[in-house]
């Protein structure tokens, strides 16, 4: 560990986290941040250090860049931490420089990795470098200036899985020194993408409750005074599209159901009752979205929901609810979401089939 | 007027007020309830009378029966004042008993003109009947007790059509000692189904309040603080869906913007702005549904959305909006609208063209 060249890219609240965490368990941190926003790494290259509070606490030293090449070159691992609209810039500029036998792990990945396989064989056909995405970012923290980080909790898990998938359980081994929370295989990239749980809730949540949003600008519980009986009804008919259509490509995903009881331990029949009887969502007070041009939206419409509309029509799958969802938010905020979005064609699985799809999430390209 | 012997057919509060509206200006007036909700007119068939309190006061002769015999035989004029679920099961009633040249009037009609047109033609063939519909209830009221009606407003004006539209002039002359509000010609009732507001405004504001309504149970006005900027956006996209489809058929209808400028004489640039502003709106207190269970999503989704979306696919036009909202609600209410809807087939005009639905509603079947 002393001695591993690691590179965290991306250098908002998230990538400032891992990057200081991982700089607290002896890596050789280098922080890179895309050119066009390097004034938001200027005080961490000044001072060569992240300030850490709360659950996690000190000062770690941090070696920030703007430079691809200094980010890339003779690292073995690195770790993109950042919305998904930033990872295609932000992949370009280390793009160049990727060593053979690298790892560029996307946390979280929002099917990223199909893209980043696609830009790897047209630009850098040859060099062979693992792709890997989580289905979530580690750590709950936040930015109290550039250089200081916040960090109130932690995840138990984060669920992972490396394109190819033949190559996870090799990668999980190597990647266990990183990471102090649970690493947890899930089958593919496809499936990390399909587990994302902001899928469901995200931005079904925002719809159902706009005109509260905007009228008291986000005045409320987003989980515990947003998902109502009726808004956790269209977001369980979300997640059974979203299941059928990971069962489609032989993926058994757990439903939101399930997947609130195991992480929450919370008892409930329905979304409604696990996240309304949940302390972890009651107990912060007002978080909802003050606006609707929120990245619950803006995210997770083109990089969640419409990558899966589009595995579900390539599977024949019926996804009318997901469909619905994608329609109302493209008329709501005048943006044709199922072009501007991950769609196949940008995945490069474009015209491929269901088996030719598992194969390459299996084995590559 | 004072030997006009009249029907209003269905004695919720529209149609008690209707009926004892009728009687003030001297009509003969029967007031027919289906037998099936035959307590709601005991109290009406006890005192023969029904009261008024508001802006119309006084107790006049109203005779109420759930006789279908009794309301249609001799009856030159019936107005059928009840929610588009009731319509048919109304009209099946008095349906053996109607006489050649007499006129129903349905209020609002939301498209049934062509259901009973059609059962009409089945039933009663060779019988000249003339069927007509407006958009609105004219009537601001509510039931203080069965019997007793409180009136509090009246709208200015009415759409109005006859089916087959070329009746529409001649019946417009003998209806208006009826009504002491302004008739408006529309140019048929496909216009006149197109043209009620409550298809732009309703179930849509219930969907992106859904949150709101079920978290406060309706403790906010549906209007004034409901349609916030992104609700009158997202309602603008469907009233472009509507006035295209209107547009298809040859009709130029006035767009909810300009329906509102005029009918409350307010400015603004947006439907947000518009409701927003308008007193009528904001001055009731509380008034949105405390359920999503609510008429405005179990009447207007299957008798105005699905028979605009039926048109629109009958005329080739994108209607992606609308189409969105049915599916959430057959989504969110577990019901499938789009069959339990009045379809093209339920109005008679299945597999028509645009030209021949067109001459059915200008010069009937």
């Known amino acids: 560990m002393s001695q591993t060249r690691v590179s965290v890219l991306g250098a908002g609240n998230g990538g400032q986290a891992l990057a200081a965490d991982l700089s607290r368990r002896g890596c050789d941190v280098t922080l890179f941040e895309h050119p066009d926003f390097v004034s938001g790494i200027a005080p961490i290259i000044k001072n060569g250090a992240i300030r850490m509070t709360g ?14 090449e200094e980010a890339a070159k003779g690292a073995q691992y690195l770790f993109m931490v950042s919305p998904s609209f930033a990872q295609r810039p932000l992949f370009n500029e280390v793009l160049p420089w990727l060593e053979n036998g690298a790892t560029v792990v996307f946390i979280p990945g929002n099917f990223f990795s199909f893209e980043a396989s696609k830009l790897l064989r047209e630009k850098r056909p040859g060099v062979d470098v693992t792709l890997a995405e989580t289905d979530t970012l580690p750590y709950a923290c ?12 932690m995840k138990q898990k984060v669920n992972i899985a490396a394109l190819p998938a033949d190559r996870t359980r090799s990668l999980m ?3 266990r020194p990183f990471f102090v929370l649970d690493l947890w295989e899930s089958p593919s990239t ?27 600008k986000g005045a409320f519980r987003f989980y515990s005074d947003g998902i109502t009986e009726s808004v956790g009804k269209l977001q369980q008919k979300i997640d059974d599209e979203r299941v059928a259509t990971g069962k489609a490509f032989g993926i ?22 696990v996240v309304a009887n949940n302390p972890a969502y009651s107990s912060h007070g007002n978080d909802a979205p003050k606006s609707v041009t929120h990245r619950y939206v803006t995210e997770d419409v083109p990089y969640l929901l419409v990558p899966m509309l589009e595995l579900a029509s390539a599977a024949g799958v019926r996804a009318p609810v997901v469909d619905a969802v994608v329609t109302m938010w493209s008329a709501l905020l005048d943006r044709n979401f199922r072009e501007d979005g991950r769609t196949m064609k940008r995945l490069g699985l474009e015209g491929m089939s269901v088996q030719q799809i598992m194969d390459h999430a299996e084995r590559g390209f």
Chains 1, 2 share one sequence.
């Open 55 to 68: 659950t996690m606490e000190g000062v770690f030293p941090v070696r920030a860049t703007a430079s691809g």
């Open 142 to 153: 936040r930015l109290d200036e550039p250089g200081t980080v916040n960090i109130w909790g």
């Open 173 to 175: 081994e190597k990647l």
């Open 190 to 216: 496809l499936a990390i993408g399909l587990q994302n749980m902001n899928l469901v809730f995200h931005s079904s949540g925002v719809l159902l409750n706009t005109g509260r949003i905007e009228s008291t």
């Open 252 to 273: 058994e995903l757990k439903s939101a159901l399930e997947f609130m009881r195991d992480c929450y331990r919370m008892e409930g029949n329905t979304l409604h009752e």
